[in-house]
């Protein structure tokens, strides 16, 4: 530090911390009886904020008389006890390989309570769920023709969905995954009635994944996957549900006040008015050019009042056309909404408990 400059406080950021939570974290000689008799740093869950959790997104749907899907999206925890828990509770699970799909089975989740998204979907994969009879989310024409050709194999149909991307936003971003929605109602509507191979395919729904926390994103998304099931319903196409992903987002922080009084500091300090509050004065995203403070932390919105069902809320009672909410369009339209939040339904349900071995 400079001679100088001001010496602030170090930001404090008080978390969130369910009541089990901190009762075991105090039980200091437990935690070391634990750590020492599996001789590993142990991670401890508890089911029932699980189950709080999901209960959260169910209950706007009661309330709305919503049909709502909830697939819990095991990448965000490899744990078997959520799938175990997401069994128990009735839910879906969103899968993401081989592994996760296994997993699924072997714990007697139902092939109808199972969803596969994952990003790479190879030939071993595809035949097992094809052989399961797990719905796949298809993400490309290579997949299609891959999936044709597993299907001939084991002379199978099976349920798919498709990903679909290329969405009309304010500021457009190109999506990674899935097809323009342009070249998905063409596949719709002409390959998989004329191509002889794609006749296994049994269509379902569509299914996209948005980065971000964009409430404004997924409304204008899943609007427009409305539209396009319309646009579809007219040519006899059905379309059962509409899967809007994950990244609902969790609130992690007890106090705005904080929240916002890092953000001051954190400017400060990369700007060289105080001291260092993030390692080596990471700026977190902005950029300290001449003097002046360039864009804004790009950092999760740690403190945040639109959590889990607020924001699921936010995005389903969005405008549709004027006269409806997006709610009232599915409903009218009987397509179920389908969710795969992952973090979300984690939120409080667990600790990772270590032995400090040193300090530097
Ligand atoms: C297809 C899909 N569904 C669900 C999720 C889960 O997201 P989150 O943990 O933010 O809810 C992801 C995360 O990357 C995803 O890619």
């Not at 930001?11 to 009886?33: C, F, G, N």
């Not at 959590?307 to 936010?314: P, Q, T, W």
Request: charged share 25%.
């Amino acid at each position: 530090m400079k001679i100088g400059q001001p010496t602030l406080p170090a930001p404090i950021l008080t978390p969130i911390i369910k009541p089990w939570i901190s009762a075991l974290v105090t039980d200091k000689v437990k935690l070391s009886e634990l750590v020492t008799k599996y001789d590993s740093p142990i991670n401890i869950y508890n089911k029932s904020e699980f189950h709080h959790n999901i209960q959260t997104f169910q209950n706007l749907a009661n309330e709305l008389e919503l049909d709502l899907g909830v697939f819990f999206a095991r990448k965000a925890n490899k744990s078997k006890t959520f799938v175990t828990e997401a069994k128990a509770a009735g839910i879906g699970v969103d899968t993401a390989s081989y592994q996760e799909v296994k997993d699924c089975l072997d714990e007697g989740l139902p092939a109808d309570q199972i969803v596969l998204t994952a990003a790479i979907k190879n030939r071993k994969l595809l035949s097992f769920a094809v052989q399961n009879e797990v719905l796949i989310v298809l993400d490309n024409r290579d997949e299609l023709d891959l999936l044709a050709q597993v299907c001939d194999e084991q002379n199978k149909s099976c349920r798919v969905a498709l990903r679909i991307s290329g969405f009309l936003f304010e500021d457009a971003r190109p999506t990674r995954f899935g097809f323009v929605m342009e070249e998905a109602y063409e596949l719709l509507t002409q390959d998989f009635i004329e191509k002889e191979a794609y006749s296994p395919f049994q269509f379902q729904g569509f299914h996209f994944h948005i980065n971000g926390y964009s409430i404004k994103e997924r409304s204008t998304a899943l609007t427009q996957a409305i539209q396009l099931s319309d646009q579809l319903q007219e040519k006899d196409i059905e379309v059962k549900f509409i899967d809007i992903g994950g990244g609902f987002l969790i609130n992690y922080l007890e106090h705005k006040s904080e929240w916002e009084a890092f953000h001051e500091q954190l400017i400060k300090s990369v700007s060289k008015k105080a001291e260092p509050i993030t390692f080596q004065n990471d700026p977190l995203g902005m950029l300290y050019h001449q003097g002046e403070i360039i864009g804004k932390p790009k950092v999760y919105p740690y403190y945040n009042e639109c959590a889990k069902d607020v924001f699921l809320r936010k995005i389903v009672e969005s405008n549709f056309d004027g006269e409806t909410k997006i709610f009232e369009a599915l409903k009218s339209r009987g397509i179920q909404l389908r969710i795969e939040p992952g973090r979300s339904l984690l939120d409080q349900s667990g600790i990772t408990v270590a032995e400090v071995v040193f300090r530097k």
